[in-house]
């Protein structure tokens, strides 16, 4: 390939030179060539000094590219302002990922990105953009020779669409789902020829940290220099792809646990040793890696990644700058199987009614007559048996599946409300369901929004759960006062929640923590912390209750420190709705 103008003719033969001897697998596949085969008219070639910023064009660069005047385009930095704004950061995160190793060959780039010579409201212009760079001894972009092609503005577009089924737009290697099918391929391969590969999943450590301090756009930039780093030490056939947005994952072919471990120290010492320097910062870059051996501990695309994010969570966790393999595990594979029976059989009695309330009662302290019910959720196994809630309402909860079950709690409560017009009822919901509009739709839609029902209606919120959102909480409690239902801190005191919070909230009823309960009797410091909590609620005019009242003597206690309510199994154990004596007055 030769340029038609001469006047960095010398640059452009000794890169010509380059190119012919030193081409790596990718330009050797692609053809890549740095003059180019087209006509003057379509591109032009370039020499820049990356240390002065000073570019020497072709004497056809004014004409190829539109700009008025040369001067314009003679630093990088005039250069970068005809490039679209969208397309800023592109650029300049090619020249990342050098070593002084690569001073003789240089380090092969090409992007594509569009410029406006004419200004925002001239017409853009598609460019191709290849060559090669060299660094200086430290490793930083030193000189650069390039090709810049213009490229019709149809035959770009379509290039992109199709590349975009197949590719992450920022870093240019394969999207999560193109990575997982050429992942399901090697699998399916080693499974043919008994071979073995690796899977490995890199995150960027602190990748969040970065964007919050110096912008998103830095971000992107640190992102596109570590793929472009790890990127350069692959092998022939190895394959890069985004997994999410700070995690790629490296398919290894050939690969044991030994080369595995080789592979995954070559790339944290590539991301060690690159300086990054952005458009606003320069900054380091610091990888965790998660590793598995197919087909050893995955035979499918879905269980190495799951594999490798387990390994690369517990290198997070210790702060490891390095590999963990992933390593079979008797105790938690068990673990992970019996969560996923529970899971299943959750949603199964939700959706076949299997779901069932007991009740509790809080007596009055100063009578001893019941007055309030606690609705206490049970699962009903398909061979009969009873589950308590505190066997999967944590799971629920982790999963998002809280919201059904309280939707279910609220619809068993509300039928006795309107079944025993004397009775009172609390009923808990989780932070989840106080964000949740359908859960309030579906109160007022099964009371009528009727205060002959609503009025007996106690709704519990935990204290955490106030601490996490308090302004979407003060929300909820206002809409649930509208419609005459009252509200209680359930388990307080676990959480440092201010009496300041409850005001705020206007808390009718506040029911005391177990823990400062369950020892009251042996614990002066449980005992003081009571009255303490007692005198200030009623000062707020609030109510309290005690849980977990199991004897005579904290019961006694409780009753001189004046807590209104006292709730435990002293008083028997949770009772099916049908067990109740008969209404009781509030």
Request: overall charge negative; hydrophobic content about 40%.
């Amino acid at each position: 390939m030769s340029c038609s103008h001469k006047s960095i003719g010398s640059a452009a033969g000794a890169n010509a030179a380059v190119a012919e001897t030193e081409l790596d697998p990718l330009t050797e596949t692609e053809g890549f060539d740095l003059v180019g085969v087209l006509s003057s008219i379509d591109e032009t070639a370039y020499i820049w000094d990356l240390a002065t910023d000073r570019i020497e064009w072709e004497s056809n660069a004014i004409a190829v590219l539109g700009v008025d005047d040369i001067s314009q385009i003679q630093t990088g930095a005039g250069f970068d302002r005809f490039i679209a704004p969208e397309h800023a950061h592109i650029r300049m995160s090619a020249f990342n990922g050098g070593s002084p190793k690569t001073q003789v060959t240089g380090t092969p780039y090409r992007m594509q990105y569009r410029i406006l010579p004419q200004g925002q409201r001239g017409i853009p212009v598609w460019i191709e953009d290849h060559g090669r760079w060299w660094p200086d001894a430290d490793g930083r972009p030193q000189r650069a020779r390039g090709v810049l092609r213009v490229v019709a503005d149809s035959i770009m577009e379509e290039q992109r669409l199709l590349y975009r089924n197949d590719h992450d737009e920022l870093t240019g290697q394969l999207n999560r789902a193109r990575l997982t099918e050429a992942l399901n391929s090697v699998i399916a391969r080693c499974m043919r020829s008994e071979g073995q590969a690796a899977f490995l999943m890199v995150a960027i450590n602190n990748l969040a940290k970065v964007n919050e301090t110096f912008g998103h756009h830095v971000g992107d930039e640190v992102i596109a220099a570590v793929v472009n780093s790890i990127k350069s030490k692959l092998r022939g056939g190895d394959t890069l792809g985004r997994y999410s947005a700070n995690k790629f994952g490296v398919i290894l072919h050939d690969c044991g646990p030994g080369a595995m471990a080789m592979a995954a120290e070559r790339f944290l010492r590539a991301v060690r040793e690159l300086t990054i320097r952005t458009t606003g910062v320069q900054v380091q870059a610091t990888v965790s890696i998660g590793g598995v051996v197919l087909l050893e501990q995955a035979e499918t695309a879905h269980q190495a990644m799951s594999c490798a994010l387990q390994a690369l969570d517990r290198a997070k966790q210790h702060r490891l700058e390095g590999l963990v393999a992933d390593e079979p595990n008797s105790a938690a594979d068990d673990l992970r199987q019996r969560n996923m029976a529970t899971v299943d059989d959750v949603i199964r009695a939700l959706e076949e009614g299997r779901m069932r309330l007991v009740l509790q009662p809080m007596v009055d302290s100063r009578t001893g007559e019941p007055r309030i019910y606690e609705c206490l959720l049970r699962m009903k196994r398909e061979d009969g048996e009873m589950v308590s809630a505190g066997q999967f309402i944590e799971l629920a909860e982790q999963l998002g599946l809280s919201r059904y079950i309280d939707k279910s709690a609220l619809e068993m409560a509300v039928a006795l409300l309107k079944q025993h017009p004397d009775l009172t009822l609390s009923v808990n919901v989780s932070s989840l369901t106080a964000n949740e509009p359908d859960w309030m739709a579906s109160l007022r839609s099964l009371t009528g929004v009727d205060r002959s029902i609503t009025r007996r209606l106690i709704v519990e919120i935990t204290e955490t759960s106030v601490i996490v959102d308090m302004d979407s909480m003060k929300t909820f409690v206002d809409t649930l006062r509208e419609l005459g239902c009252r509200i209680a801190i359930d388990d307080f005191g676990a959480g440092y929640t201010s009496f300041k919070n409850l005001k705020a909230l206007k808390v009718d009823m506040v029911k005391i923590d177990g823990a400062f309960v369950r020892d009251l009797a042996a614990d002066q410091t449980d005992q003081a912390f009571i009255r303490t909590m007692v005198d200030i609620a009623r000062t707020f005019n609030m109510e309290t209750v005690a849980e977990w009242v199991g004897d005579e003597t904290t019961v006694r206690l409780l009753t001189e420190a004046g807590v209104d309510y006292l709730q435990g199994y002293h008083f028997g154990a949770p009772i099916p709705p049908e067990e109740l004596p008969g209404a009781r007055a509030t």
